[in-house]
């Protein structure tokens, strides 16, 4: 563990700081670090904010978000460390989103109907990559019951959504 975030003299949690762990490639935190955090994953921020709202509701204080990004390759002592206020509606407006699918996968009482599968809209983005229902080349490019054919566009929906939101950039 390189940082002790269980402790209770810690420096982060007495700050309020809520930690992340991700890995990058040591030439991409090299980027970072150079001040170019549209290299930063949307959905690591999204993650650390939902953490947080976790976090809140059990009664822990938060006031920052931070995304510790180690080397894959190269020292440790590479690392970078992004830190963004925590806000609450990024975290409300991600939660709202699942249960938006989810409320439409009941109204076509997926998955028993797999008919129904290529009316739920595609709308991610990179991560599409490391999904496990990630299957290119469906029908008409939509998904269906054998998997979804994903949208790994790097300026992805949910990229332009957090703008909208105004939270993040
Ligand atoms: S492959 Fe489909 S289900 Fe998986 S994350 Fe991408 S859009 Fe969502």
Redesign the pocket.
Known sequence: MCIAVEAEDNLYVTKNFLLTHNSAAADKIKKMSLGDISLIPMSYRVQGHIYGLGNIRAGRRVRDIVLVFLPRNGLITNMFIHREPYNELIAFKALDRMYTIVDRMNELQLPERAANWPQ??????P?????????PGTKDDL?DAT??????DANSNMEKSLKEWGGLL
């Open positions: 739920i809209a595609k709308d991610a983005g991560g599409c990559w490391y999904c496990p229902f990630f299957k998904p998997g979804c054919p994903g949208n790994t």
